[in-house]
């Protein structure tokens, strides 16, 4: 997963449910699919993580096709909160660290 | 349960200068990892630790930056002697797993350092 492809930027409205779709194609048979999301001045958070199919938790879901070479983090009646920056991400090295791209600014407007 | 605190939040020093940034990982986690962001760039690995040992540093810029985790528990990163390119944002993150699955990086605020 070291290369990602998503959006620079998307902008919704509240109450909106907003799907930001993140291009993998040299995904590798044991790479996971995970998600962070930055707010303005705070380090990077954990949202979702999936192998394949669908997962959801209480924040978002996460849908993966069957070649995984994409995925599409849904998030579910945004609120101006959501305003951030999301990350579709892998892990890469001996030491798991993670591979940043440039994320995706989502700004929801009121 | 607190979680991954980092010092000073900013950090302003003139170039020619020496300064230390420190992490305290969440209490438990063996891996510490960090980061940085400098201007207009995305976030790029630095360095991870396991407990005390440095288990990868492939992505330390120079031999200016120097990291240490005394007796597995907090770490420090120094910048000695500081170059204006070493602005940024230095996170630093930790996890109680090493591996994909579940494997979940807590992050720290960050330090912003500004190199003048």
């Known amino acids: 997963l070291a290369k990602t492809t998503q959006p620079i930027s998307m902008d919704s409205y509240e109450g909106q449910e907003v799907n930001i779709t993140c291009s993998h194609n040299?995904?590798?048979?044991?790479?996971?699919i995970t998600w962070y999301q930055q707010f303005p001045s705070q380090g990077p958070r954990f949202i979702i993580q999936?192998?394949?199919t669908k997962v959801t938790n209480e924040v978002a879901s996460l849908f993966i096709p069957a070649d995984r070479k994409s995925s599409t983090l849904s998030l579910p009646r945004v609120s101006l909160s959501d305003t951030a920056v999301y990350y579709c991400?892998?892990?890469?090295?001996?030491?798991?660290?993670?591979?940043f791209g440039s994320g995706t600014q989502l700004t929801v407007l009121p | 349960e607190a979680g991954v605190t980092q010092f000073p939040s900013h950090s302003v020093i003139e170039k020619g200068q020496t300064v230390t940034l420190r992490c305290d990982p969440i209490?438990?986690?063996?891996?510490l990892y960090w980061y940085r962001r400098v201007m207009g760039k995305e976030i790029k690995f630095l360095l991870h630790f396991v407990k005390e040992s440095k288990q990868d540093e492939s992505g330390m810029p120079n031999n200016r930056f120097l990291a240490e985790r005394t007796g597995g528990t907090y770490s420090t990163l120094k910048v000695q002697p500081a170059e204006l390119e070493d602005s940024g944002v230095y996170f630093c993150?930790?996890?109680?797993?090493?591996?994909?699955?579940?494997?979940?990086?807590?992050f720290g605020p960050g330090t912003r350092l500004t190199v003048l």
């Open positions: 209490s438990g986690h063996d891996n």
């Open positions: 999936g192998y394949k």
């Open positions: 040299n995904i590798a048979t044991n790479d996971y």
């Open positions: 991400l892998g892990y890469s090295g001996s030491a798991r660290q993670l591979t």
């Open positions: 993150a930790s996890s109680p797993y090493l591996g994909q699955e579940n494997n979940e990086q807590f």
